[in-house]
């Protein structure tokens, strides 16, 4: 199932949250779950492109290819630049969420 996804653009490369190196995009993805009173919780959380880590993933290798050769996007590779990028985006998943991590959070905040 595709989410809907903003890329966004940045003067500076993200920073990849997984190896702290530098990462080659950074896109908002939507997420949600159901809370415990049933109501829907939506947001989006950011995930990074990033050579090193998403080298083995067959959605996101073309798309880091395509940043190795062209680097900045131009005119004239848009239109490919916009294929990989869908291809890339429409197997996008947002990292799973930690309720633990989560709570303790709400707690440190003093919202529970």
């Known amino acids: 199932m595709s989410r809907p996804v903003e890329v966004v653009?940045?003067?500076?490369?993200?920073?990849?949250?997984?190896?702290?190196?530098?990462?080659?995009?950074?896109?908002?993805?939507?997420?949600?779950?159901?809370?415990a009173r049933g109501a829907a919780v939506r947001g989006r959380v950011p995930v990074v492109l990033c050579a090193r880590c998403d080298s083995g993933?067959?959605?996101?290798?073309?798309?880091?290819t395509w940043f190795h050769v062209h680097g900045t996007v131009t005119g004239?590779?848009?239109?490919?630049f916009t294929r990989l990028l869908d291809q890339w985006t429409g197997h996008l998943r947002p990292p799973t969420l930690d309720g633990a991590a989560l709570e303790a959070d709400a707690w440190r905040?003093?919202?529970l």
Do not use: F, K, Q, Y
């Not at 993933?57 to 880091?64: F, K, R, S, T, W």
């Open 76 to 80: 004239d590779v848009a239109e490919a």
């Open 109 to 111: 905040h003093g919202e």
């Open 57 to 64: 993933d067959p959605h996101a290798g073309p798309l880091i």
């Open 9 to 35: 653009s940045v003067v500076e490369p993200p920073v990849c949250p997984r190896c702290d190196g530098e990462g080659l995009l950074s896109a908002l993805v939507a997420h949600g779950w159901t809370n």
